[in-house]
């Protein structure tokens, strides 16, 4: 991945943009606390495996890998994988747009892919699956472009063809999602490219995404697959109603995620794509559209009746964008060498600098002020960028009343946490127990714990006798009596701790003693 055929005004501006987006997603990738999600995903760092119960295993083992194996474990080595893959991705981008038109075509897809909130903090800041997702998917995207280049060999063609099954493979132990890049391209070479049909290179290729998904297979055998049945109720439409206002979620989410400005650019070129208008060759553009097209319209259509999430579509826009982009070099094409940026590309940059002041600001110091009419237990029910703050705050505030409930007797220094759902317990696990060195357990139904079954295990399990700390917070306020009232021989309310932000109360932490576990759960795995 070189930029070093463009030209010196073109390498320059590629190098400020790089530089400008490594430089803020650092910032906020140090700055900020972890996410609900991230935090579980650390999870996948400290238990690999080949698979876990909500997704497949890449974006554990890219944590693993960004921070040498949690050696280490700071907020940013988590998310390091994020800033390197997305800053690779601005570079695949506009090698793709470079390719297939010219450099305008390629520095305005970079400009645009840089400008969209999923792109640039959904997966180049936060830590998700769609993190490595969307790197295999734009590296196969542009290994698709060289194989349509009808100068190159065909030995080389073989091995892009091979090449492109690893990617897609590797995107889909990431994200199951990827496997809509191999739908737009099998129909492609259906349509427009059945010659291939001849070539043992491309029947090897489906081979080796198989093979690339095997390890993900046999794990959801051996554990009654549990992932895709998970997965797949998700976006199960047999057993749901019509539900519009689902759809419109679905909708306002994608606008919203992909930045406004770019989802505008993106329909005025679908709508000139549809009238006939074609800014690339036609395999170019095929391709795009069938890449990107299918994946967008199912979840859509998936949304009118089960709950979806918008970011499922990502790499779908982040497709698109390339076409909006080859549309807009035609627009303002280059002038004695000098490129008119555009103001829509303008706009969608003060958009983003916008949201990413605002959400920081939001974040750390609450300037936004929630109207917050709940009950002393509800505080801060209805901020979630709560979710964000305050956990790096507990961590001294907790100690001390650890310190002092050892100190009378009441708990000993080997009792772990308890909770009954995936969050808050990893946030837990990560800011509270492991700089205390201490143990984090799951107790509760299968859907609300998630990795935590298997973590349970690797832990040692439950012990009648056993005694835990449960917390609980004014963001999803939860009395242990709810789950654990005939499980334990009495529950004892102990602490409670206020969150402060910007001198302001923000949110509580409501800490209880379970003392004495009388009743052990039902294990979840058959010996």
């Known amino acids: 991945m070189k930029i ?59 944590i693993q890998l960004f921070s040498l194996n949690l050696y280490f474990d700071s907020e940013l080595f988590i998310r390091l994988s994020s800033v390197i893959l997305t800053t690779a991705n601005t570079i695949l981008v506009f090698l793709i747009g470079k390719k297939i038109r010219n450099e305008s075509t390629g520095y305005y897809a970079a400009l645009l892919y840089t400008a969209s909130i999923y792109a640039f903090v959904i997966t180049g800041i936060m830590i998700l699956p769609d993190t490595p997702q969307n790197f295999f998917w734009m590296l196969a995207l542009w290994l698709m472009m060289l194989a349509l280049d009808e100068t190159i060999g065909k030995g080389k063609l073989n091995l892009f063809l091979l090449l492109i099954g690893l990617t897609i493979g590797l995107g889909m132990i990431s ?62 439409i047999f057993s749901a109603s019509l539900r519009p206002d689902l759809f419109a979620s679905e909708l306002l989410g994608q606008f919203l995620y992909n930045n406004p400005i770019n989802v505008t650019l993106i329909a ?40 979806t999430l918008p970011h499922w579509t990502g790499p779908a826009y982040n497709t698109l964008l390339i076409l909006a982009a080859a549309r807009l070099a035609v627009k303002r094409p280059m002038r004695d060498g000098i490129i008119q ?46 979710d964000m703050y305050g956990w790096r705050k507990l961590m001294p505030a907790f100690k001390k ?3 002092k409930h050892l100190t009378n007797g009441l708990m000993q220094s080997g009792d772990a946490f308890l909770g009954e759902n995936w ?70 309310p102990s602490d409670t701790i206020t969150i402060n932000r910007n001198g302001k109360p923000a949110k509580r932490v409501f800490i209880f003693l379970l003392k004495d576990l009388q009743k052990l759960p039902e294990p979840f795995f058959k010996k």
């Open 175 to 236: 994200k199951y999602t990827s496997v809509f890049e191999w739908v737009g391209w099998g129909l492609f070479i259906l349509i427009y490219k059945r010659e291939w049909l001849k070539k043992p290179a491309l029947y090897v290729s489906v081979i080796i995404s198989a093979l690339c998904t095997l390890p993900v297979i046999l794990w959801n055998i051996d554990n009654d697959f549990i992932s895709f049945s998970f997965q797949s109720e998700r976006v199960n």
């Open 423 to 492: 969050f808050p317990l990893a946030n837990i696990d990560y800011y509270l127990a492991k700089p205390l060195e201490m143990r984090v357990m799951g107790l509760g139904q299968p859907q609300r714990l998630h990795k935590y079954l298997w973590i349970n295990e690797k832990r040692g399990g439950f012990s009648k006798g056993d005694n835990f700390w449960y917390l609980t917070t004014s963001r999803d306020y939860k009395h242990p009596d709810e789950v654990y009232n005939d499980m334990f021989d009495s529950i004892v």
């Open 4 to 62: 070093s055929a463009c030209s010196k005004a073109m390498k320059k501006k590629m190098i400020l943009l790089l530089s400008f987006s490594v430089i803020v997603r650092l910032f906020f990738a140090s700055w900020l606390e972890l996410g609900n999600d991230e935090v579980y995903y650390w999870t996948y760092a400290l238990y690999p495996d080949w698979s876990h119960f909500d997704h497949p295993p890449m974006v554990g083992w890219m």
């Open 268 to 307: 005025v070129m679908l709508l000139a794509v549809f009238r006939g208008k074609q800014w690339l060759l036609s395999d170019y553009q095929r391709l795009l559209l069938l890449i990107s097209l299918p994946m967008i319209g199912l979840f859509l259509a998936f949304s009118l009746f089960r709950a």
């Open 341 to 386: 940026l555009p103001d829509s590309i303008k706009l969608s940059f003060a958009l983003l600098i916008f949201v990413l002041t605002m959400a920081g600001l939001q974040i750390k110091f609450g300037i936004i002020p929630f109207p917050d009419n709940n009950p002393y237990h509800r505080l801060g029910r209805n901020d979630i960028t709560l």
């Open 401 to 403: 009343v650890r310190e």
